[in-house]
């Protein structure tokens, strides 16, 4: 499922009082999944890494008190306790990820603190929810390629938990790029829209392998580049990319930018005009579904912060020159990159409606 149907599904589970665990690739966006979670639920986010733990660590180690043995409470726990205090978030929400990636004593003892919520004395509080995520084992119907090396879990303990895919979505991805938090450069929106298939490509044959979270990777390292051109040269932007998603897909992407000779229009540029000229028309007739695509998000969210009549009507006319498929996919998303309030004004613009109708003229 994509990034914004599994939100909602591990917020159900977790309601429902069950633990979510997320499969995925590498980098498919398990963690900012859980992130995204937190920061819309007021949870304090506790992350433990399975693989990073050895045996008997998480558990604590046994120390004596006045004649008794106790457990050394493990300082991720020590995290949940003073973060349950702190009346500013609604709970907490323990992560332990690459839980099929750890020794089989540390997976069993993660397993006692999910299922029975408590180890060697601590006992964790009813606001604190779990997720668990995973790598995807090659035993498993759809991933029989994958390699990671994996401790498979029992039919026992796999039976303890909801299963959730997690899989990658050029539209959820173009959409989270695009906004104001990230703002990725449209010349890697623009290349991505073109190659989708390049988003994330696990079963490449190339050691280096590109996922989301190296294209944010590559996003990061472009700013840099294209704002300090006199400092680096495209060879050695090269070499970053090429380290993030492998020399494939590099190439393609550095003769992809090499060519780029006209900038996208700009929203600032457009919605000066009452009614756009016939020239600025016929130019984006000539325009790639992919760059016209991105100003459509783009003239949206200008839209959504200059919200008046006449840049409603302007829209309207924008997307009349619009390929018909192109046109009604966007016209299909609208609803959920708007506010209501916004949405409802577009229907009762008539040149909104005629470009939708013309789309079935």
Same mark, same amino acid.
């Given at each position: 499922m994509k990034?914004?149907?599994?939100i909602s599904t591990v917020e159900l589970v977790l309601e429902s009082g069950s633990v979510p665990l997320i499969i995925g690739e590498a980098g498919i966006g398990k963690t900012s999944l859980v992130k995204k979670i937190c920061s819309e639920d007021n949870y304090y986010l506790v992350n433990i890494d399975a693989n990073l733990l050895k045996e008997g660590e998480i558990g604590g180690l046994p120390i004596v008190e006045n004649g008794r043995t106790k457990?050394?409470?493990?300082?991720?726990?020590?995290?949940?306790?003073?973060? *349950?205090? &702190? %009346?500013?978030?609604?709970?907490?929400?323990?992560f332990i990820d690459e839980l099929n990636r750890c020794e089989h004593a540390v997976q069993q003892e993660?397993?006692?603190?999910?299922?029975?919520r408590e180890i060697n004395g601590f006992r964790l509080q009813d606001n604190v929810r779990?997720?668990?995520?995973?790598?995807?084992?090659?035993?498993?119907?759809?991933?029989?390629?994958?390699?990671?090396?994996?401790?498979?879990?029992?039919?026992?303990?796999?039976?303890?938990?909801?299963w959730l895919e997690l899989t990658s979505d050029i539209k959820e991805w173009i959409k989270w790029a695009m906004s104001d938090e990230v703002k990725v450069h449209e010349h890697i929106i623009e290349f991505l829209s073109t190659f989708p298939e390049y988003l994330n490509t696990p079963n490449s044959n190339?050691?280096?392998?590109?996922?989301?979270?190296?294209?944010?990777?590559?996003?990061?390292?472009?700013?840099?580049? *294209?704002? &300090? %051109?006199n400092n680096y040269s495209i060879d050695t932007f090269y070499n970053v990319v090429k380290g993030n998603i492998g020399v494939s897909i590099a190439t393609d992407f550095i003769n992809y930018i090499k060519n780029i000779k006209n900038?996208?229009?700009?929203?600032?540029e457009l919605y000066p005009y009452v009614i756009l000229p016939m020239d600025v028309k016929?130019?984006?007739?000539?325009?790639?579904?992919?760059?016209?695509?991105?100003?459509?998000?783009?003239?949206?969210?200008?839209?959504?912060?200059?919200?008046?009549?006449?840049?409603r009507k302007l829209f309207s006319d924008l997307l009349t020159c619009y390929p018909k498929d192109l046109r009604l996919g966007i016209m299909k998303e609208i609803k959920g990159d708007v506010s209501l309030e916004l949405y409802n004004e577009l229907l009762n613009e008539d040149m909104f409606l005629d470009a939708f109708f013309e789309i079935f003229g």
């Open positions: 990034f914004s149907e599994a457990y050394a409470t493990h300082y991720k726990l020590i995290e949940i306790e003073k973060a *349950i205090k &702190n %009346s500013k978030y609604n709970g907490v929400l323990l993660l397993m006692n603190l999910i299922l029975n779990i997720v668990a995520a995973m790598n995807p084992s090659n035993k498993y119907d759809g991933f029989e390629d994958s390699d990671y090396q994996v401790v498979d879990m029992d039919k026992a303990q796999e039976d303890r938990f909801v190339e050691s280096i392998r590109a996922t989301p979270r190296s294209w944010e990777r590559v996003a990061k390292a472009y700013n840099v580049y *294209i704002n &300090n %051109s900038p996208l229009i700009k929203p600032e016929e130019e984006l007739r000539k325009e790639s579904h992919s760059r016209l695509y991105i100003l459509a998000k783009n003239s949206l969210r200008y839209l959504s912060e200059n919200n008046t009549e006449a840049n």
